[in-house]
């Protein structure tokens, strides 16, 4: 293929001819597709079904340690399952609090709480001028949206092949003492699809704040979510509390899992992995806060899991039904957009998501294009804090919910709108 | 039975040695019995086990609207989750949201929430130099535990039989603007088992609040939990929201309720009930906190319980197992209490508590010496804020968790206990 920035003017016009045509054809066809946000689709639902059998009334439902799940009690949450989401986060069932339904909503809480009653004693965030967040960029927009909503400074940190930028990061971490934190998703990340290097891990555990209260909010969403079962087309991440510890910086960091995309997303189980001290000071609040989240969903998780094999062997039949659609959306640039130069894009083993780099000031307008031909995308910007992409060129692409079917025409779709909107903006510069 | 006072010193010390005696009697059976919370007992867990085979893997999981409950989605509660708990809380199905498993979660956030953010726009609590709450008293410690955690001062308010003294309510909520919310459980309210007159549900929707950011916290916990099954030995609560609305104070109450004391005490589903202003101050807040709360389980109630009648029908199942519990307690209380006029009690119709006011300055040392034989009672004073009882004289009876064996000799324990610390007050009177 020939690169759209080598074609002539009137090159460029043909293809735009051409391209329009195909675009009114589908158009046509008043579609409805989403592939805006990271939703597993009904046959991954499917897949976990047995978990609405893996408890009934003839079930035994008391817990290892006796307690009846039915009723209160238990605040942060049964033996069993501490092991099962300990194992999955890789650190001991001690260093473990299971929550309700929502990492988020944990994630959300814990800002919360450092708003109105600091870290660990420190002085409450609402108190003060000035709080800031890194957010690595592209990141997850629900967690910029979380410290936006509470008035925090949300500042870019720019992703690189090996995770964030850690320069920058250690520059303004051990410098600015209004830093209180940073959002990362260091596996299959949300968007880019990769997993923060060895160095990286090592650099972020060995970190040293100027706020005392600054911690690294590491949200493993995807910690067992690969795409391939072969070890060696798997990607590997550092576990970061134990490396913490060993780096004499045990409290640095609050690590978030949940099952939202393991069993059922609306009805998994989340929990946090920190620092003894640092759980400490959450279960202060959480007593208060309420009397248990369900023990009898962390109990139907674990009767059906049994143990880390058993959800590994889970994932498998997720990544089976994930797989192919990677690949068929991955084939589809490959195919349509490779060598016009007019998009970058990711190639992940693993996660919910697939980042898209358009040429600067494009993604906008390909996100409208799509919109048109009835393709819901994420919203431009929406991977930036504020919603505001500096280069307006990233689109976040996440292919798990659609058919395989919906899929092939949800590219088709994509891919037009791209060349549409670049051909434009090539047209433009060359006038 | 002769009053303790009218007795002479030496009937007093000739009752004090054939107690002490008993009191060593059952003392030596090493018992352990908890009256300290109001925990369904195993049996109520029995007649709910339905709800484990509610759904199985062979059940539409679609909700009303059509949305797979597994799947993310449906911010607000599942439709037919909102019609059955608005008949439950007696609103209709739009004045509601449906929450996690956790009433006192929810209350909980919306305290936090105002701590961060206001009441529809108002000054952020956190920011004013002071908030104050008010607390009927004797009340539900977990309320109380909220607002002092948020360093929010709670202010007493004397319990009369018609509800809180709304004399003092008025004065203290239309003069004092810091004054911005009261705790309220207004039906078999915890401890004392009152019911809120009409009267003074009326007065609560005509508040005049001095700071538009007030609302009340109308904890219904228990809206349905009759323990009689004839209408005219229930008792009845006027609805506030609709009495808010015809007094032109639509946005001045937050409802609460859950199906704890109904299906599962970890498992249940909690709502909120408002106007719709209030709801959409709730849902932005709620839109950055979550994706949404775990709607299988909704689903699961209403398969269940299928409407109100069928969670009547299932009330009554609990009424017959409480109610002989409390029965035995009142029992008990009055055989060997009834003339000595060392102590008064309440004689509830619903809930999970009756109140024991002692002698002043009794309280405490009647809760340490019946730990003494093994019974664990609510901790004296809890029923107060910051867990200071200024005449250090009420207990909080909590009847529901052990058997009916279990429930004698705690009673037994009980009264001996009440007597001996009496005695030795009036001893001390005498001197």
């Not at 109990?299 to 498998?316: E, P, Q, T, W």
Request: aromatic share 8%; glycine share 6%.
């Amino acid at each position: 293929m020939k690169a759209y920035r080598e074609m002539s003017r009137d090159e460029l016009l043909q293809e735009k001819r051409v391209l329009e045509a195909q675009f009114e054809e589908v158009k046509a066809k008043d579609l409805k597709l989403d592939m805006s946000r990271g939703k597993p689709a009904q046959a991954q639902l499917d897949i976990a079904n047995g978990m609405m059998d893996a408890l009934n009334s003839e079930s035994d439902l008391k817990c290892e340690s006796g307690i009846d799940c039915r009723n209160y009690g238990v605040l942060t949450g049964i033996p069993e399952a501490k092991k099962l989401l300990g194992d999955m986060s890789e650190v001991p069932a001690d260093n473990m609090i299971i929550y309700g339904n929502s990492s988020l909503n944990l994630m959300f809480d814990t800002v919360s709480r450092s708003m109105t009653h600091g870290v660990l004693g420190s002085t409450p965030w609402c108190k003060l001028d000035k709080v800031k967040f890194l957010c690595p960029s592209p990141g997850y927009d629900r967690h910029f949206a979380i410290t936006e909503y509470f008035g925090i400074e949300n500042v870019i940190i720019p992703m690189l092949p090996t995770g964030p930028d850690m320069d920058m990061v250690e520059e303004l971490v051990s410098t600015d003492p209004s830093v209180k934190g940073i959002w990362c998703v260091p596996k299959y990340s949300n968007p880019l699809g990769i997993t923060f290097s060895d160095e990286t891990v090592l650099r972020f555990a060995h970190l040293k704040p100027a706020a005392e209260d600054f911690r690294i909010y590491w949200d493993n969403a995807y910690s067992i979510h690969h795409l391939y079962d072969e070890p060696e087309n798997q990607d590997f991440l550092l576990e970061i509390l134990g490396e913490c510890v060993k780096a004499g910086n045990p409290d640095i960091v609050y690590k978030f899992i949940s099952t939202s995309k393991v069993s059922f997303p609306g009805s998994g189980v989340a929990a946090i992995t920190a620092s003894k001290r640092n759980l400490q000071d959450l279960e202060k609040s959480m007593t208060i806060q309420t009397i248990g989240h369900d023990k009898v969903n962390q109990l139907r998780h674990v009767r059906f899991f049994k143990d880390m094999d058993g959800m590994h062997a889970h994932m498998r039949k997720h990544a089976a039904i994930l797989r192919p659609k990677f690949e068929a959306v991955l084939d589809g640039l490959e195919k349509n957009l490779g060598g016009l130069e007019i998009g970058q894009w990711t190639k992940p083993r693993g996660g919910y998501f697939i980042s898209f780099d358009s040429l600067e000031g494009c993604a906008k307008k390909i996100v409208a294009k799509a919109k048109e031909a009835g393709l819901i995308m994420t919203k431009a910007g929406a991977t930036f804090p504020y919603g505001k992409d500096p280069k307006d060129s990233n689109i976040r692409i996440a292919p798990s919910y659609p058919t395989p079917e919906e899929l092939a025409i949800a590219t088709e779709i994509f891919v037009l709108s791209v060349k549409l909107v670049s051909i434009d903006k090539i047209l433009e510069e060359k006038e």
